[in-house]
RNA sequence: GACCCCGUAGCUCAGCUGGAUAGAGCACUCGCCUUCUAAGCGAGAUGUCGCAGGUUCGACUCCUGCCGGGGUCGCCA
């Protein structure tokens, strides 16, 4: 249970009685009441802005007003205390049997607590990752992947009916460019073009990608077809088998890089399968009958024209009647699609799955594409649907605060494998998901290994294992006590009373709330500081015992205070291992 | 030139979508670490929240205009 949601809707409940009696307006507008957690401890236990919100609309003072208010909620059962404040916050101080409540509640729950209604189910599809299919995962589609994942899991947290989704970019020029280096490689591999040939091949131009991770995949096409393809001149006939070819090849392997980051979509969508299947035409299509596409001259660029810019008549979808800048190009000279043609038919293709909730991750290199998606989706839902695109922002890898030097073209760029077998998949994710996505972010190799409190997978999972360190000793120490979950369940929490003891139980009954501003928010970086401040407070009260032995969570003299802790300890533990689960993350049961 | 993101302590960053005296880690200063659950602990100091206006009872948060950094800008995806 949110118990700020508790105490929000109890609030209400106030103020809806006050304006039945007269003493207020009816039909105000609650949706700015807020009850939240003080920003400063010694304010209370729950503040609320009701009275300052309400005294406009309701022609009162506000610290008039508060006062009514509070007399009201000094009133309800369980609250000991109702204090006007500052410009007219009321402060509630409430009984502790509150705090211990969400104690009972995780204990009872397990890591299924914080899980939220806020979602009501609705139906939201995630689309994240989608790299190109023309070579390996690097550390920036890592990022997006995580963010993406993580979101995902957040959302479903969040009670909303999470689609993970994946769009296979399988048509059109790059993939042609890869079945092309390809062909190069597979020359390479019977003999007949040396490794200088294809350099020069590069370096001229004819072909894209140099990268060598294209030799496996030219050995094993000529492993299964011999020198079929090199006595065919023309690459018509061997581009698409080629590019179907390393297509398939390269989504195996990014399906591999996933599984090893412990990222599983529900759905992979190919765009050569929208095309071929005529919906990129009809999609269009659909546009044109709406009367918003149509042929013009879109200016030059201000500032930055390009060399060979010259006017050009071309297929324009009306994107600026939707919020875009300008409208933009759907068809390209040569008479094909463009790339957001595409798009606008895979979005089409997701509004006709039932989905009108879209969050979409991309690398922050396509922002500037983000608007006539969006107009895009508008247009094609009547401004129904909703997307919300978030960017990710680049990842600096570092070694010891020195940058590690990445060229594409060298193929010295640091792959997603890589980092994973460095420093395993739980580190790459969390550190992932400590910045806002939309902050770029410093991966440092030797720190994120380090064990101090800089490092906050490190912090996180030492409070985790700390936790279940003391449940070791505890089984020794009581060996008949019922240290199950169920059992803790019924220990004497009013034993809890030493403030910070009191300050974890807070953070706990604050989880689901953090859930719920995360989930709305799409940021699930927020549950990275959440843990954070967690595993702080848990140390905290570690150490406080190290100084008063009074203190400590193990008593061998009383078992009952002893039980009252471990319960918190074993709650503690509990809420930490719910926030790695959305991380996608394992709680570890010691450090080694 | 336009659009998007960023600008908060010396450094790296939070700041709960408008709340009260703006927070944390690092670095810095001082004290502690033979016992204890110490891959350290406690205490202290640190700010024109880029600048200037505006909205508001109230602005780091919203709006406008500048300044600085990054990204993007028809036929790449």
Redesign the pocket.
């Given at each position: 249970m949110n118990i700020f949601a508790d105490f929000k809707s109890r609030i209400d409940g106030v103020v809806n009685a006050l304006a039945a009696e007269g003493a207020l307006p009816a039909g105000l507008d609650l949706t700015?009441v807020?009850a939240?957690?003080?920003?400063?401890a010694?304010?209370?236990d729950i503040?609320t802005?009701a009275a300052?919100?309400l005294?406009?609309p309701a022609g009162k003072n506000?610290k008039e007003l508060a006062a009514v208010i509070a007399e009201r909620l000094k009133a309800l059962p369980d609250v000991t205390g109702a204090e006007v404040?500052?410009?007219?916050?009321?402060?509630l101080k409430i009984n502790d049997e509150i705090w211990r409540g969400a104690l009972r509640d995780v204990l009872a729950i397990g890591p299924a607590y914080g899980d939220g209604k806020i979602g009501g189910g609705e139906i939201v599809n995630v689309e994240y990752v989608?790299a190109?299919p023309t070579g390996p995962m690097h550390v920036g589609h890592a990022r997006g992947a995580v963010v993406g994942d993580a979101l995902a899991r957040l959302l479903a947290k969040a009670g909303f009916a999470v689609t993970k989704e994946y769009y296979i970019?399988?048509?059109?020029?790059?993939?042609d460019?890869v079945a092309r280096a390809l062909h190069a490689r597979y020359l390479q591999v019977l003999g007949k073009l040396s490794e200088e040939d294809v350099q020069g091949k590069l370096a001229r131009k004819e072909i894209m990608y140099g990268g060598a991770y294209l030799m496996p995949v030219a050995e094993k096409l000529a492993g299964r077809d011999g020198d079929k393809w090199a006595k065919v001149e023309d690459e018509k006939t061997w581009i698409p088998p080629l590019r179907d070819f390393t297509v398939a090849y390269m989504m195996e392997a990014v399906k591999e890089d996933l599984a090893a980051l412990g990222v599983q979509h529900d759905i992979f969508s190919s765009?050569k399968a929208l095309v071929d299947a005529g919906k990129v035409d009809a999609a269009l299509q659909y546009l044109a009958d709406q009367g918003l596409t149509y042929t013009g001259?879109?200016e030059?660029?201000?500032?930055?024209t390009?060399d060979?810019?010259?006017?050009?008549?071309?297929l324009l979808f009306k994107a600026t009647q939707f919020g875009d800048?300008?409208d933009?190009?759907v068809k390209?000279?040569?008479g094909?699609w463009?790339?957001?043609a595409?798009d606008i038919a895979y979005h089409k293709d997701k509004v006709d799955r039932g989905f009108y909730n879209l969050i979409n991750v991309?690398g922050?290199?396509?922002?500037?594409?983000?608007?006539r998606v969006q107009a895009a989706l508008k247009a094609l839902t009547v401004g129904k649907g909703k997307l919300d695109v978030q960017?990710a922002?680049?990842v600096r890898v570092l070694n010891n605060g020195e940058p590690v030097k990445m060229s594409k073209r060298a193929g010295t760029f640091v792959t997603l494998r890589d980092l994973i077998d460095e420093v395993g998949k739980d580190v790459v994710r969390f550190i992932m998901l400590?910045?806002?996505n939309?902050?770029?972010?410093?991966f440092d190799y030797a720190k994120v290994m380090?064990?101090?409190?800089?490092n906050p997978v490190f912090y996180v999972q030492?409070a985790h294992?700390?936790g279940r360190?003391?449940f070791r000793?505890a089984a020794e120490m009581f060996p008949g006590a019922d240290l199950t979950d169920k059992g803790l369940g019924k220990a004497d929490l009013s034993l809890l009373k030493d403030s910070d003891e009191v300050g974890v139980l807070r953070m706990i009954a604050?989880w689901p709330?953090?859930i719920e501003?995360?989930a709305?928010?799409h940021?699930p970086?927020?549950i990275a500081?959440y843990m954070?401040?967690l595993a702080?407070a848990f140390?905290?009260?570690?150490?406080?015992?190290?100084?008063a032995?009074e203190?400590?969570?193990?008593q061998a003299a009383d078992q009952n205070v002893s039980l009252a802790?471990l319960a918190l300890v074993r709650g503690v533990g509990l809420v930490i291992a719910s926030g790695l689960a959305v991380f996608g993350v394992e709680p570890v049961e010691?450090?080694?």
């Open positions: 700015r807020a939240e957690p003080p920003r400063e010694g304010h209370g503040t802005n300052m919100v005294a406009k506000p404040a500052g410009p007219g916050f009321i402060n989608s190109n970019n399988d048509a059109g020029g790059q993939v460019h765009e001259v879109l030059p660029p201000k500032g930055k390009p060979d810019w010259e006017p050009r008549p071309q800048e300008v933009r190009p390209k000279s040569d094909s463009t790339y957001f595409g991309w922050a290199d396509h922002g500037g594409y983000v608007k960017l922002q680049m400590t910045r806002k939309d902050a770029p972010l410093d380090e064990k101090s409190r800089e030492y294992a700390r360190s003391v000793h604050n709330r953090t501003s995360a709305v928010a940021e970086h927020r500081f954070y401040d702080s140390h905290g009260l570690w150490n406080k015992g190290n100084d032995a203190l400590r969570f193990l802790r010691e450090m080694r």
